[in-house]
Each structure stands twice: as structure tokens, then as C-alpha cells.
């Protein structure tokens, strides 16, 4: 059953192509009536997951005959939305304000939510009693019948509403649009298993479930025939990836695979999951040509108590010992982290902790992030931390991560590496903005035409957590 389900759903993808064909219809009968061709934006919130799901959308709001903008004064306005935090949650709804408004303005106009925060029942409960004017909900596992949700759409006057509780079909192959040519993401891996106490992404994104390398690499070799030089691989915890396939594999394996795809010259991936990365990681990364040299390995906390409560399964000695053997193997790896302060319980004893993680490991950038309670995981029903004691805390650790980063982040000051160029200068014209293997980003003098090129760039000038610099002959 597993094997069947798991595997590429052929039938699956031709009923949505067909839908695809039926949406065509739709479109163009809005597109008579406005005299011109609907306008379609897509706002994504949250991680590089929302990000490829939104690259998805577009190809399918392309495919039916949408012109893409980037302004939400729109024909068709759809959030890709993020819960991780309720932050994020708070930016939807005020959001979601405003396009009311444009709303009344335009008649033809419709509105869709997706993504994570969809799979929430008091979401939902709340948008039907306050929101009453959005046209389309679905979630993140139905993400892949998007052409058959807009025909449902077009044909209902009422609010659509469709959310599933999990799945184990992967419908992949559909259209997607990507932002970079020469860059991508792909999907290794969906959701989690790990039940961190904090993190609702467990809840949210369903039950990990690995793609078959087979599928992988194929696409894979599709994107680099398609211009794509830079690929990064995506999973909540891509260090477990291929465990629950039929044929196990470790994801080490399947970095050496992709290693071999000609053409392809540089292989990022994240998250990496300090409890599950392995010697045999660590061994591919150091002999690999083509896997950059930064690695995202979250801590959330120094405290082997507070990581305990957090049930993330290792203590501040392993991660430290961790750190050691890659920075011992593979010295010029980047290393980069999230952390959170104000976990329940947490002491600013247990943050010093945090801060001595911080020095000993010199982060070349962390993120941190305050601790926001989300309702249904263990920690929500912990003691909370008081409000005071979290913002002096976050400004302290604040502080400790921006004097280690600086630091690191000079350390390559005078050399020359190879830095892939993203785009132009969106403040100077005259320059172009590159980023080198360790995820570092280089401004120097060029033109549109090197996008997409890997340069020799001397890194002259460090000015903070960037260089300024130029390129080099080979
Ligand atoms: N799967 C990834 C993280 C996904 S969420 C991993 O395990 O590393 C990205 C980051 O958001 C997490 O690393 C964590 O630092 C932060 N985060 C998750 N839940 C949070 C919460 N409830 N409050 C604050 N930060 C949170
Ligand atoms: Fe959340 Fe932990 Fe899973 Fe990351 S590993 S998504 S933090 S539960
Ligand atoms: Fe947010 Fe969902 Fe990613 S909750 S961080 S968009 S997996």
C-alpha cells in the first residue's frame, strides 16, 4: 500500500492536468469581461518549504492564463501563509484587512489562503466569522489539486473551503514557476516527525514522508538541462531522509548520488537535525566539490535542561562535540543556527549557556527568535517565561551572536572565492550581488549578463556581514 501511495500519483497528475484545461476556460471568460488579462499575486510568508509550494501556484495561475504582479491591488490575491510563530499569523490578518479594501473596489476580485496556518481549526473558524469575503481555502497537503480548487472556486459564489488532515500522496511534476533560473529548490522530504515541545510544524505539515531518490534525481537532472546550476534540497529534517522508504537510504547516499548529475555545480540543503547527522554526512560534505560549505544546524538552546524540555533529544555537550568533529574535518564549513529565548522555564542562567554556545561555536549568523506559545503543542501548557525577562535576554544574546558573526563572516577578507551571481543591485545599478559557498553575500562592479555565473570574486572590503569586492580572472 505504502509503496503505491508514496510513489509519483500518475493518475492523480493527469486529472489535474485536465483541470488545468477546464481553469483555462474560466480564466478566459474574466479575461472577456475585464477587456484584458486578469492580474494574479502571490504572497508568501515563512520558510524555503512556502516557498517552493508558492513556486507551484505560479506555475499553475501561469498555466491557466494569469499575468503574475507583484502588487496586491490585484484580480486574484492568494497568501501562502506561515504559523510558526503567532507573529506571522497577526501580518495575515492585517493583511487580509487591506485587501478587503481593494476588494470593494474590484468586484472581479478574488481572494485565497493556503499553506500552514489553513491547517488550523480556529484559523479557519475565524476567517469564515471575520473574513467572509475570502473565496478559497486549502491547506498544505492538497496543495497539488490547486487547478481543480480554482475550477470549484469559479463555479461557487460561496466561500470554498478544503483542508486535509494529512496524506500520503506526492504529486509532484505539475508546473511550477521558478523565481531564479539558476537557482531552485526541491522537495526531499514533507513534514515531521519530531514533535519538538514548541513547534507546530509537526501539526501542520502532517507526517514525514520521503520522496524516491529516483524522483529526486530526475528532476534534478531536469532543472540543470534547464539552466539550474544551484539546487537546494528541502526538509524539516533532511538528516532522516529515506528512512521510512521501502528501500532505506541514508541522505548521504542520496548527496552522492546527486554529486554525479553533470552540469549541476553546487548542492545546499536544510534543516539538518543535530540528533541524526551523521559520520557518513560529514564524510560526503568533506570529499564533495559541489556541496557548499555552510551548514544550518539549529540549537534553539544551550541549556541541556531547557533542550530536554524542548525534546530535541541531544545536550549542549553533544552539540558542542558535534561542532567539533565537522569544524575538525571540514574547517571552512559556515555554520549557522535558530535559537530561541524564553522558553518556558528558561533562566537566565540556562541563556548564559545559550551565549556560551554562541562564543564556543562562533556562528557565522544566527537567527533568533522570541518563544510564541502555539496552541495544542506540550509547551503551550508549560510555565511561561515573564515578558521582561525575554527581552532583556534576546538583546543580551542579540549582542553575543552579532560580535561572533562579524567576526566570522571577515575571517575571508583579502581572499578569492567563487561567489554565484544572484542579481543586480537593487540600490546601485552598477553592481551585482553574488553569494559565495558559505551563503556570504559579495556586492562588485557587473552587469545583468553574469547572472547566473560562477566568478572568481576578490573579497576587498568587509563591511559587516557582507563583502564588497570584485571579480577576478580564473
Ligand atoms: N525543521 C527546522 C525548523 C523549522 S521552524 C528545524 O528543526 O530546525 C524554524 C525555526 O523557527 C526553528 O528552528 C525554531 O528556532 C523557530 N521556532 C519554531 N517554533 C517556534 C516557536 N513556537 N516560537 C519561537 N520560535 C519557534
Ligand atoms: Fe519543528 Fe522540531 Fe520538526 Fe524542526 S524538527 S520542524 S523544530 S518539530
Ligand atoms: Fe512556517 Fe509552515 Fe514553514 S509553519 S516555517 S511555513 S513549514
Excluded at 569544524?327 to 541563556?351: K, S
Amino acid at each position: 500500500m505504502g509503496e503505491v501511495k508514496s510513489r509519483q500519483n500518475t493518475e492523480e497528475l493527469s486529472r489535474q492536468f485536465s483541470y488545468i484545461e477546464k481553469a483555462k476556460g474560466y480564466v478566459e471568460e474574466v479575461s472577456r469581461q475585464l477587456n484584458r488579462k486578469p492580474t494574479c499575486c502571490v504572497t508568501t510568508f515563512g520558510c524555503q518549504m512556502n516557498a517552493r509550494d508558492s513556486e507551484k501556484l505560479v506555475g499553475i495561475l501561469e498555466a491557466v492564463g494569469y499575468e503574475m504582479i507583484e502588487s496586491e491591488n490585484a484580480d486574484f490575491v492568494i497568501f501562502n501563509t506561515c504559523t510558526v510563530r503567532d507573529n506571522a499569523n497577526q501580518r495575515v490578518y492585517g493583511r487580509l484587512g487591506e485587501l478587503n479594501g481593494h476588494k470593494r473596489h474590484n468586484p472581479h476580485m478574488k481572494i485565497a489562503l493556503c499553506g500552514c496556518m489553513m491547517q488550523e481549526p480556529t484559523v479557519i473558524e475565524k476567517i469564515q466569522k471575520s473574513y467572509p469575503f475570502v473565496n478559497l481555502i486549502f491547506g498544505t497537503h492538497n496543495i497539488f489539486k490547486f487547478a481543480e480548487l480554482l475550477c470549484t472556486m469559479f463555479e461557487n459564489d460561496r466561500m470554498t473551503v478544503d483542508i486535509w488532515q494529512d496524506t500520503e500522496t506526492i504529486v509532484e511534476d505539475l508546473p511550477k514557476r521558478r523565481k531564479y533560473p539558476f537557482k531552485s529548490g526541491i522537495n526531499i522530504m514533507f513534514g515531521c516527525n519530531n514533535f519538538c515541545s514548541y513547534c507546530i510544524v509537526p501539526y501542520v505539515r502532517g507526517r514525514e514522508r520521503s520522496r524516491h531518490p529516483e524522483e529526486i534525481i530526475r528532476e534534478i537532472k531536469n532543472l540543470v538541462a534547464d539552466g539550474v546550476v544551484e539546487i537546494m534540497l528541502l526538509g524539516q529534517n533532511v538528516n532522516s531522509y529515506g528512512k521510512n522508504l521501502e528501500e532505506p537510504i541514508s541522505f548521504a547516499k542520496l548527496l552522492k548520488e546527486i554529486e554525479q548529475i553533470e552540469g549541476l555545480q553546487r548542492i545546499r540543503f536544510m534543516t539538518s537535525h543535530p540528533k541524526d547527522l551523521s559520520d557518513e554526512l560529514i564524510e560526503v560534505m568533506q570529499q564533495s566539490k559541489k556541496i557548499c560549505r555552510h551548514l544550518h544546524l539549529p540549537l534553539q538552546s544551550g541549556s541541556t535542561k531547557i533542550l530536554e524540555k524542548m525534546n530535541r533529544r541531544y545536550t549542549k555537550e553533544q552539540y558542542l562535540a558535534l561542532v567539533n568533529k565537522i569544524r575538525t574535518r571540514i574547517p571552512d564549513m559556515a555554520i549557522t543556527t535558530d535559537i530561541i529565548v524564553g522558553f518556558p522555564g528558561e533562566t537566565p542562567e540556562d541563556l548564559e549557556e545559550t551565549i556560551d554556545v554562541v562564543r564556543q561555536v562562533k556562528y557565522d549568523n544566527a537567527f533568533t527568535f522570541i518563544y510564541s506559545k502555539r496552541t495544542g503543542t506540550p509547551a503551550a501548557s508549560m510555565e511561561q517565561v515573564p515578558q521582561e525577562q525575554v527581552k532583556d535576554g534576546f538583546d543580551r544574546l542579540l549582542k553575543a551572536v552579532q560580535e561572533c558573526a562579524r567576526e566570522q563572516v571577515a575571517k575571508y577578507r583579502g581572499s578569492v572565492m567563487e561567489a554565484l551571481i544572484e542579481e543586480v543591485n537593487e540600490n546601485n545599478p552598477s553592481l551585482v550581488t553574488g553569494r559565495l559557498s558559505n551563503n556570504t553575500i559579495v556586492h562588485l562592479p557587473g552587469t545583468a549578463d553574469m547572472i547566473g555565473q560562477i566568478c572568481q570574486v576578490s573579497l576587498d572590503e568587509c563591511c559587516g556581514f557582507y563583502y564588497m569586492g570584485h571579480a577576478v580572472e580564473k
